[in-house]
Protein backbone atom coordinates (compact mmCIF):
# COMPACT_ATOMS: atom_id res chain seq x y z
CA UNK A 1 0.00 0.00 0.00
CA UNK A 2 0.95 3.28 -0.79
CA UNK A 3 1.16 6.49 1.87
CA UNK A 4 -1.68 7.78 0.05
CA UNK A 5 -3.96 4.73 -0.11
CA UNK A 6 -3.57 4.71 3.86
CA UNK A 7 -4.90 8.37 4.18
CA UNK A 8 -7.97 7.36 1.42
CA UNK A 9 -8.57 4.24 3.99
CA UNK A 10 -7.98 5.84 7.10
CA UNK A 11 -11.10 8.81 6.00
CA UNK A 12 -13.20 6.38 4.53
CA UNK A 13 -12.99 3.77 6.83
CA UNK A 14 -13.99 6.76 9.34
CA UNK A 15 -16.56 8.38 6.76
CA UNK A 16 -18.37 4.63 7.46
CA UNK A 17 -17.52 3.54 10.56
CA UNK A 18 -20.91 4.26 11.83
CA UNK A 19 -22.37 2.11 9.81
CA UNK A 20 -23.35 -1.19 11.18
CA UNK A 21 -25.30 -4.34 10.20
CA UNK A 22 -28.83 -4.08 11.85
CA UNK A 23 -30.90 -6.59 10.07
CA UNK A 24 -29.37 -9.19 12.28
CA UNK A 25 -32.97 -9.83 14.04
CA UNK A 26 -34.74 -9.83 10.88
CA UNK A 27 -32.58 -12.33 9.53
CA UNK A 28 -33.14 -15.01 12.57
CA UNK A 29 -36.76 -14.15 12.33
CA UNK A 30 -37.17 -14.90 8.37
CA UNK A 31 -34.54 -18.18 8.91
CA UNK A 32 -36.99 -19.58 11.65
CA UNK A 33 -39.87 -18.85 9.23
CA UNK A 34 -38.27 -21.01 6.45
CA UNK A 35 -37.52 -23.67 8.77
CA UNK A 36 -40.69 -24.05 10.31
CA UNK A 37 -43.28 -24.03 7.22
CA UNK A 38 -46.15 -26.25 6.96
CA UNK A 39 -45.09 -29.59 7.06
CA UNK A 40 -47.95 -30.42 4.47
CA UNK A 41 -46.49 -27.67 2.34
CA UNK A 42 -43.07 -29.36 2.61
CA UNK A 43 -44.87 -32.38 1.42
CA UNK A 44 -46.25 -30.86 -1.71
CA UNK A 45 -42.88 -29.09 -2.30
CA UNK A 46 -41.70 -32.73 -2.49
CA UNK A 47 -44.67 -34.31 -4.46
CA UNK A 48 -45.05 -32.50 -7.24
CA UNK A 49 -42.04 -32.96 -8.95
CA UNK A 50 -42.58 -36.85 -8.53
CA UNK A 51 -45.56 -36.23 -9.38
CA UNK A 52 -44.52 -34.50 -12.83
CA UNK A 53 -42.30 -37.26 -13.81
CA UNK A 54 -45.00 -39.96 -13.34
CA UNK A 55 -47.17 -38.24 -16.05
CA UNK A 56 -44.68 -37.92 -17.67
CA UNK A 57 -43.48 -41.22 -18.02
CA UNK A 58 -46.75 -42.50 -18.17
CA UNK A 59 -47.78 -40.30 -21.39
CA UNK A 60 -44.40 -41.83 -23.17
CA UNK A 61 -44.90 -45.14 -21.86
CA UNK A 62 -48.56 -44.98 -23.60
CA UNK A 63 -47.64 -43.55 -26.59
CA UNK A 64 -45.07 -46.17 -27.34
CA UNK A 65 -47.40 -49.02 -26.27
CA UNK A 66 -49.86 -47.64 -28.27
CA UNK A 67 -47.70 -47.22 -31.40
CA UNK A 68 -46.72 -51.22 -30.78
CA UNK A 69 -50.35 -52.33 -30.42
CA UNK A 70 -51.43 -50.67 -33.77
CA UNK A 71 -48.28 -52.25 -35.51
CA UNK A 72 -48.15 -55.82 -34.41
CA UNK A 73 -51.56 -56.56 -35.89
CA UNK A 74 -50.05 -56.58 -39.26
CA UNK A 75 -47.32 -59.52 -38.37
CA UNK A 76 -44.14 -58.53 -39.44
CA UNK A 77 -42.96 -55.27 -38.95
CA UNK A 78 -41.68 -52.60 -41.88
CA UNK A 79 -38.67 -51.14 -41.65
CA UNK A 80 -40.11 -47.75 -41.83
CA UNK A 81 -42.45 -48.65 -39.47
CA UNK A 82 -40.15 -49.77 -36.59
CA UNK A 83 -38.28 -46.25 -37.20
CA UNK A 84 -41.89 -44.90 -36.11
CA UNK A 85 -42.06 -46.79 -32.80
CA UNK A 86 -38.76 -46.15 -32.01
CA UNK A 87 -39.11 -42.39 -32.36
CA UNK A 88 -42.21 -41.97 -30.46
CA UNK A 89 -44.80 -40.84 -32.59
CA UNK A 90 -48.01 -39.97 -31.32
CA UNK A 91 -50.79 -42.61 -31.36
CA UNK A 92 -53.02 -40.32 -33.81
CA UNK A 93 -50.56 -39.63 -36.00
CA UNK A 94 -49.38 -43.05 -36.13
CA UNK A 95 -52.95 -43.97 -36.81
CA UNK A 96 -52.75 -42.18 -40.16
CA UNK A 97 -49.74 -43.13 -41.32
CA UNK A 98 -50.78 -46.64 -40.88
CA UNK A 99 -54.72 -46.29 -42.71
CA UNK B 1 -30.33 -26.97 10.15
CA UNK B 2 -29.15 -25.67 13.76
CA UNK B 3 -25.50 -25.75 13.10
CA UNK B 4 -26.37 -23.39 9.72
CA UNK B 5 -28.45 -21.31 12.07
CA UNK B 6 -25.20 -20.55 14.73
CA UNK B 7 -23.19 -20.23 11.42
CA UNK B 8 -24.72 -17.65 10.12
CA UNK B 9 -25.54 -16.07 13.46
CA UNK B 10 -21.82 -15.71 14.32
CA UNK B 11 -21.07 -14.20 10.32
CA UNK B 12 -23.41 -11.86 11.01
CA UNK B 13 -21.23 -10.84 13.99
CA UNK B 14 -18.04 -11.13 12.37
CA UNK B 15 -18.82 -9.57 9.27
CA UNK B 16 -21.86 -7.88 8.96
CA UNK B 17 -20.53 -4.72 9.99
CA UNK B 18 -17.82 -4.60 7.37
CA UNK B 19 -20.45 -5.88 4.48
CA UNK B 20 -22.66 -3.42 5.06
CA UNK B 21 -20.26 -0.76 5.04
CA UNK B 22 -18.61 -1.91 1.83
CA UNK B 23 -22.10 -2.63 0.38
CA UNK B 24 -22.42 1.04 1.05
CA UNK B 25 -19.77 2.05 -1.19
CA UNK B 26 -20.63 0.23 -3.44
CA UNK B 27 -23.98 1.51 -3.56
CA UNK B 28 -23.71 4.91 -2.59
CA UNK B 29 -26.41 4.27 -0.27
CA UNK B 30 -27.11 3.06 3.14
CA UNK B 31 -30.28 1.59 2.84
CA UNK B 32 -30.07 -0.61 -0.16
CA UNK B 33 -27.03 -1.75 1.93
CA UNK B 34 -28.62 -2.95 4.33
CA UNK B 35 -31.93 -4.29 2.26
CA UNK B 36 -28.51 -6.38 0.45
CA UNK B 37 -26.75 -7.46 3.40
CA UNK B 38 -29.81 -8.88 4.72
CA UNK B 39 -30.44 -11.01 2.04
CA UNK B 40 -27.16 -12.12 1.74
CA UNK B 41 -27.12 -13.09 4.96
CA UNK B 42 -30.81 -15.04 3.83
CA UNK B 43 -28.97 -16.51 0.59
CA UNK B 44 -26.18 -17.72 2.34
CA UNK B 45 -27.95 -19.98 4.92
CA UNK B 46 -30.28 -21.72 2.35
CA UNK B 47 -26.77 -22.31 0.30
CA UNK B 48 -24.53 -22.64 2.86
CA UNK B 49 -23.90 -26.87 1.67
CA UNK B 50 -22.01 -24.99 -1.29
CA UNK B 51 -19.57 -23.00 0.88
CA UNK B 52 -16.20 -25.47 0.41
CA UNK B 53 -13.97 -23.56 2.45
CA UNK B 54 -11.73 -22.45 -0.39
CA UNK B 55 -12.33 -18.99 0.46
CA UNK B 56 -12.94 -16.90 3.65
CA UNK B 57 -16.54 -16.83 4.51
CA UNK B 58 -16.41 -12.99 3.94
CA UNK B 59 -15.24 -13.38 0.37
CA UNK B 60 -18.18 -16.10 -0.44
CA UNK B 61 -20.49 -13.34 1.43
CA UNK B 62 -18.99 -10.75 -0.79
CA UNK B 63 -19.41 -12.63 -4.19
CA UNK B 64 -23.10 -13.32 -2.97
CA UNK B 65 -23.60 -9.73 -2.30
CA UNK B 66 -21.86 -8.80 -5.72
CA UNK B 67 -24.51 -10.36 -7.51
CA UNK B 68 -26.97 -9.43 -5.80
CA UNK B 69 -25.94 -5.45 -6.62
CA UNK B 70 -25.33 -6.59 -10.15
CA UNK B 71 -28.92 -8.37 -10.55
CA UNK B 72 -30.91 -5.14 -8.69
CA UNK B 73 -28.66 -2.42 -11.17
CA UNK B 74 -30.30 -4.97 -14.45
CA UNK B 75 -33.78 -4.58 -12.83
CA UNK B 76 -33.33 -1.38 -11.91
CA UNK B 77 -31.82 -0.01 -15.18
CA UNK B 78 -35.46 -1.09 -16.63
CA UNK B 79 -37.20 0.43 -14.15
CA UNK B 80 -37.47 5.12 -14.08
CA UNK B 81 -34.70 6.53 -12.91
CA UNK B 82 -34.71 6.46 -8.78
CA UNK B 83 -34.72 8.88 -6.11
CA UNK B 84 -31.17 10.72 -6.28
CA UNK B 85 -29.15 10.16 -4.21
CA UNK B 86 -28.99 12.84 -1.31
CA UNK B 87 -26.08 14.43 0.43
CA UNK B 88 -26.68 13.80 3.58
CA UNK B 89 -27.83 10.40 3.39
CA UNK B 90 -24.73 9.85 5.09
CA UNK B 91 -25.95 11.14 8.79
CA UNK B 92 -23.33 12.44 10.94
CA UNK B 93 -21.37 9.88 12.63
CA UNK B 94 -20.63 12.69 15.47
CA UNK B 95 -22.81 14.33 18.25
CA UNK B 96 -22.49 17.85 17.58
CA UNK B 97 -19.28 19.99 18.98
CA UNK B 98 -18.06 22.70 16.27
CA UNK B 99 -14.70 20.30 16.40
CA UNK B 100 -16.72 17.57 14.50
CA UNK B 101 -18.59 19.49 12.40
CA UNK B 102 -15.24 19.99 10.33
CA UNK B 103 -14.45 16.07 10.13
CA UNK B 104 -18.12 15.51 8.76
CA UNK B 105 -17.83 17.94 6.23
CA UNK B 106 -14.55 16.08 5.34
CA UNK B 107 -16.53 12.63 5.49
CA UNK B 108 -19.60 13.78 3.69
CA UNK B 109 -17.17 15.40 0.87
CA UNK B 110 -16.01 11.94 0.77
CA UNK B 111 -18.53 10.06 0.13
CA UNK B 112 -19.35 12.58 -2.26
CA UNK B 113 -16.18 11.75 -4.17
CA UNK B 114 -16.55 8.25 -4.17
CA UNK B 115 -19.91 8.85 -5.51
CA UNK B 116 -18.71 10.19 -8.06
CA UNK B 117 -16.62 7.39 -9.18
CA UNK B 118 -17.79 4.49 -11.74
CA UNK B 119 -19.43 1.93 -10.10
CA UNK B 120 -16.70 -0.48 -10.93
CA UNK B 121 -14.64 1.84 -9.70
CA UNK B 122 -16.57 2.04 -6.87
CA UNK B 123 -16.49 -1.73 -6.35
CA UNK B 124 -12.79 -1.99 -6.24
CA UNK B 125 -12.32 0.85 -3.75
CA UNK B 126 -14.95 -1.22 -1.70
CA UNK B 127 -12.89 -4.48 -2.07
CA UNK B 128 -9.55 -3.10 -1.47
CA UNK B 129 -10.00 -0.14 0.98
CA UNK B 130 -13.14 -1.16 3.15
CA UNK B 131 -12.89 -5.39 2.68
CA UNK B 132 -9.67 -5.01 2.68
CA UNK B 133 -8.72 -7.94 0.43
CA UNK B 134 -5.87 -8.26 -1.76
CA UNK B 135 -5.71 -7.56 -5.39
CA UNK B 136 -4.85 -10.98 -6.54
CA UNK B 137 -8.25 -12.51 -4.50
CA UNK B 138 -9.94 -9.32 -6.06
CA UNK B 139 -9.51 -10.51 -9.55
CA UNK B 140 -10.50 -13.76 -8.51
CA UNK B 141 -13.99 -12.48 -7.31
CA UNK B 142 -14.32 -9.97 -10.13
CA UNK B 143 -13.20 -12.26 -12.87
CA UNK B 144 -10.57 -10.46 -14.02
CA UNK B 145 -6.50 -9.95 -14.26
CA UNK B 146 -4.48 -8.72 -11.53
CA UNK B 147 -3.48 -6.15 -14.15
CA UNK B 148 -7.61 -4.79 -14.50
CA UNK B 149 -7.22 -4.60 -10.54
CA UNK B 150 -4.10 -2.84 -10.83
CA UNK B 151 -5.44 -0.08 -13.36
CA UNK B 152 -9.03 0.42 -12.14
CA UNK B 153 -7.20 0.87 -8.29
CA UNK B 154 -4.93 3.67 -10.28
CA UNK B 155 -7.72 5.54 -11.53
CA UNK B 156 -9.73 5.30 -8.65
CA UNK B 157 -6.92 6.59 -6.38
CA UNK B 158 -6.02 9.15 -8.96
CA UNK B 159 -9.80 10.59 -8.21
CA UNK B 160 -9.74 10.18 -4.97
CA UNK B 161 -6.39 11.38 -4.36
CA UNK B 162 -7.58 14.53 -5.82
CA UNK B 163 -9.86 14.85 -3.07
CA UNK B 164 -7.28 14.14 -0.20
CA UNK B 165 -5.11 16.72 -1.47
CA UNK B 166 -7.86 19.55 -1.73
CA UNK B 167 -8.56 18.23 1.84
CA UNK B 168 -5.10 18.45 3.12
CA UNK B 169 -4.90 22.35 1.33
CA UNK B 170 -7.99 23.32 2.97
CA UNK B 171 -6.58 21.96 5.98
CA UNK B 172 -3.54 23.97 6.14
CA UNK B 173 -5.99 27.03 5.20
CA UNK B 174 -8.30 26.88 8.06
Known amino acids: MEPIDNR ?11 ITFNRQDIVLQKISESDTKPSSKRF ?11 AAVMVISSISL ?3 SIVLPHGTIQ ?6 VTSGVSFAALQHLVQ | MERNWHTIETWMKLYGDRLVRALTIMTGNEEEAQDIAQEVFLKAYHTLENFRHKSSPYTYLYVIALNMVRTRKRSHSKKPAAVQLQ ?3 YPSPYPSPESHVIQHEEHTRMMRAVRNLSPKLRTIVSLFYISEIPIQEIGKILGISEGTVKSRLFRARNQLKQFVVQEEHHGTNR
Open chain 1, 79 to 84: PEEQII
Open chain 1, 44 to 54: YQIIKPLVAVA
Open chain 1, 8 to 18: IQEILNTSVEH
Open chain 1, 66 to 68: GSI
Open chain 2, 87 to 89: ENE
